[in-house]
């Protein structure tokens, strides 16, 4: 689930900017800031990610003794079939959660990033001939890009512990 969500940064939205290349270095700067931002927030999501996974282990375990318990009773196919299926739901429920956890963050990411975004489109048209004021925007728009990065940040802790609490539960 998380390589769908690896790069939250919504990079599309520059495409009404200067290129990197056409930035002064302060402005190069604020890009690489943003850019530092989402790639640390990244590798915290994947510190996240591997103790998940390994607090997955118990509950998946346990859904493989119930599914083998199911197989191990006297009854008929449709009975067993049910067993499995009630085994299994639990897991699925879990996984709904934590995909909803991330879902969560990077919908609150995307939505901090739309609103630095719509924050600046009023200055743009007019900055389409200056490239002065482009690279004001450019900038303005990468510290602001870099800021819900580091906004968000201090809820993953609470997110992680939130899944982790969904996985005990199901182990």
């Known amino acids: 689930w998380l390589k769908q969500r690896r790069h939250p940064s919504g990079r599309g939205a520059r495409s009404a900017l200067p290129s990197a290349r056409e930035l ?4 190069r ?3 690489a800031s943003a850019e530092d931002e989402a790639q640390r927030f990244t590798k915290k999501l994947e510190g996240i990610q591997s103790r998940v996974q390994e607090l997955t282990l118990p509950a998946e375990k346990r859904m493989a003794q119930c599914v083998l318990d199911c197989y191990n009773r006297p009854a008929d196919y449709e009975s067993i079939h049910r067993c499995v299926n009630d085994c299994q739901q639990k ?3 879990v996984g709904k959660k934590v995909q909803g956890e991330m879902d969560s963050m990077q919908k609150s990411i995307q939505a901090c990033q739309q609103s630095v975004l719509k924050r600046l489109e009023p ?3 007019g900055a389409r001939t200056d490239p002065e004021a482009q690279r004001s925007l450019q900038q303005e728009y990468e510290q602001g890009v870099g800021r819900c990065f580091r906004d968000a940040e201090p809820g993953l802790p609470d997110m992680e512990a939130r899944i982790a609490g969904y996985l005990k539960q199901a182990s």
């Open 24 to 27: 002064p270095a302060a402005a």
């Open 29 to 31: 700067r604020a890009m």
């Open 91 to 93: 897991m699925q429920t």
């Open 123 to 125: 200055r743009m048209e």
